[in-house]
């Protein structure tokens, strides 16, 4: 097994602008089955979701997209680029987005996760978000079938 890079510099956040949009569609698709498409991640800078990539050495670790409502705050993507995972990154993310919904004196905080990925089920209720109820065919899973998601919330 290969050793992980390590980062020489600090993490640090940015707001997510078109300049990173190729390193973001990039770590998507290494990600996903069903990747957000580069029209996907413009749409949602257009509409002035909160969008945050987390950078180290000028490289995209990681980035986070959601949406404020109301008295909530709708996380619609996050993604650690594949090369980065397992170091804590998901997390540090999740307390920042946090710390901005406070901010916004949103109460809750929701996602939807594939019911088939359970990694990211567990680092959501590892970090407190409970399971609230269930989408049924929710996701793409091929051309002709789709997949339930989880829907979890966390109370700010």
């Keep these: 097994m290969s050793a992980l890079p390590e980062l020489t510099g600090e993490a640090r956040f940015e707001p997510m602008t078109e300049h990173w949009l190729s390193a973001v569609v990039a770590i998507e698709q290494q990600a996903y089955t069903h990747p957000w498409t580069r029209r996907n991640f413009q749409d949602a800078l257009a509409s002035g979701y909160q969008a945050q990539v987390l950078l180290g050495?000028?490289?995209v670790l990681g980035y986070f997209i959601a949406m404020k409502g109301v008295d909530e705050v709708h996380l619609l993507n996050i993604t650690v680029a594949p090369t980065h995972q397992r170091r804590g990154w998901a997390r540090l993310m999740?307390?920042?987005?946090?710390l901005w919904s406070r901010g916004q004196?949103?109460?809750w905080l929701w996602l939807e996760v594939r019911v088939s990925n359970l990694r990211a089920f567990q680092i959501y209720a590892a970090y407190g978000f409970r399971r609230v109820g269930q989408r049924k065919g929710y996701y793409p899973e091929s051309a002709f079938k789709r997949e339930d998601a989880i829907v979890m919330s966390l109370p700010l």
Excluded at 94 to 98: F, G, K, P, Y
């Design 57 to 59: 050495d000028n490289e």
């Design 94 to 98: 999740l307390d920042a987005l946090c």
């Design 105 to 107: 004196r949103a109460q």
